[in-house]
């Protein structure tokens, strides 16, 4: 007798010396179910820290626009300033600003001259962090940092940015040709190793 043959027999020796059929038994066995791999939920409002890694998992480096949208459609509060949700995007996206231009030498929160000229702000592309001098009086030189999601042409990009301490960041445009989206910063995503110093920043808040 064949070792399958052998257990064949085993198993309906077993089924009826607990008064039941084989054919019974096949018949009332549990079917086995596909069941799709539950994903952790992420809970609204300021992130934990163990949802970092539940994020970066579905975040491909460098996709700093995932990385919006993962914070902004999860509902994140995370962070008091505008840099904030800046350096978390980066930080979901595994990549750091690589800065390409920058020019804060001037007083007080009027840039004035001191922007990005028309050939720089050709080269702004998606997911490139950006220093907007809008004016306010909440940063030194008038800056609010934002990130380019989407390029909508002319000097005009579609933007997402956190405007307040504990809203969610809000996605809007900004028009670089106008003296409060004047351009003071640019920075390029760059993929970098875990171990890099930038994500020190958000490890140890």
Not at 40 to 48: D, E, N, T
Request: net charge neutral; proline share 5%.
């Amino acid at each position: 007798m064949s070792d399958l043959a052998s257990l064949g027999q085993l198993f309906e020796d077993a089924v009826k010396s607990l008064g039941g059929s084989v054919s019974k038994a096949m018949t009332e066995m549990p079917e086995a179910k596909n069941t799709p791999e539950k994903k952790p939920q992420i809970r609204p409002g300021k992130l934990a820290k163990e949802d970092y890694d539940i994020l970066r998992k579905d975040i491909s480096p460098g996709d700093v626009v995932a990385a919006c949208k993962a914070i902004s459609d999860n509902g994140i509060t995370d962070g008091r300033f505008c840099w904030d949700f800046c350096f978390l995007a980066y930080y979901l996206a595994k990549c750091v600003p690589r800065g390409v231009y920058q020019d804060l030498h001037y007083t007080g929160h009027v840039c004035g001259e001191h922007h990005a000229g028309p050939s720089l702000i050709s080269g702004i592309g998606v997911g490139d962090w950006l220093y907007i001098n809008n004016q306010n009086t909440s940063d030194t030189n008038g800056n609010h940092s934002v990130i380019v999601v989407g390029v909508a042409g002319n000097g005009v990009f579609n933007v997402c940015s956190l405007w307040q301490p504990g809203q969610v960041p809000k996605y809007h445009q900004v028009n670089t040709n106008e003296p409060k989206g004047f351009v003071t910063y640019i920075g390029k995503p760059t993929v970098v190793s875990e171990t890099h110093a930038f994500f020190d920043y958000i490890k140890k808040r």
